[in-house]
T-cell receptor, first 113, second 115 residues
Framework: KAGVTQTPRYLIKTRGQQVTLSCSPISGHRSVSWYQQTPGQGLQFLFEYFSETQRNKGNFPGRFSGRQFSNSRSEMNVSTLELGDSALYLC????????????FGPGTRLTVL | GNSVTQMEGPVTLSEEAFLTINCTYTATGYPSLFWYVQYPGEGLQLLLKATKADDKGSNKGFEATYRKETTSFHLEKGSVQVSDSAVYFCALSDVSGGSNYKLTFGKGTLLTVNP
């Protein structure tokens, strides 16, 4: 089975721009979660989608948004980028059952200049 | 709320040394516990997991036992190799109380193994 894929792997943007990141989950997985990883804050949960519905949201401003499509692929969008948004953004897919494990993609490294 | 505390790094060991990375947690409900590993420039890989008290997770020589009485999930390996050099994250997933599979992570422990 193919793993979780994320595109692009690297991205450079300037302050004020917006960005869209993409995640394709493992085939058959209906849940996708997004995490932000920074040296200062560590790994922080952004949101989770299941069957195209946002089920859970972390403590991030409204500039961070996401969506999930009918094929379970997910995108996250960050508008009006700030320098502090520079981070590794990780996507994880999950079968949707309580005992299932989350499998992570390689991440998208976003640098905001 | 849920939280995970793991020992501060970095940890530097010689090859074949014994490894322990401590992890304790606070959670409502009945969490599942995980250890993930992150190699340089990569995402997270699941190393092992345990879903209920007294379960032992194991993989690639690493072990961790879910101890409910001490709320701990310490990672151990009897003989580390240079290839084990990475950052290790302890995490919990608590599906009770409507948290819906959100993972809460510790800060990570950088392990360096020297030949």
């Amino acid at each position: 089975k193919a793993g979780v894929t994320q595109t692009p792997r690297y991205l450079i943007k300037t302050r004020g721009q917006q960005v869209t990141l993409s995640c394709s989950p493992i085939s058959g997985h209906r849940s996708v979660s997004w995490y932000q990883q920074t040296p200062g804050q560590g790994l922080q949960f952004l949101f989770e989608y299941f069957s195209e519905t946002q089920r859970n949201k972390g403590n991030f401003p409204g500039r961070f948004s996401g969506r999930q499509f009918s094929n379970s692929r997910s995108e996250m969008n960050v508008s009006t980028l700030e320098l502090g948004d520079s981070a590794l953004y990780l996507c994880a897919s999950h079968g949707g059952r309580a005992a299932d494990t989350q499998y992570f993609g390689p991440g998208t490294r976003l640098t905001v200049l | 709320g849920n939280s995970v505390t793991q020992m501060e790094g970095p940890v530097t060991l010689s090859e074949e040394a014994f490894l322990t990375i401590n992890c304790t947690y606070t959670a409502t409900g009945y969490p599942s516990l995980f250890w993930y590993v992150q190699y340089p420039g990569e995402g997270l890989q699941l190393l092992l997991k345990a879903t209920k008290a007294d379960d032992k997770g194991s993989n690639k020589g690493f072990e961790a036992t879910y101890r409910k009485e001490t709320t701990s999930f310490h990672l151990e390996k009897g003989s580390v190799q240079v290839s084990d050099s990475a950052v290790y994250f302890c995490a919990l997933s608590d599906v009770s109380g409507g948290s819906n599979y959100k993972l809460t992570f510790g800060k990570g422990t950088l392990l360096t193994v020297n030949p």
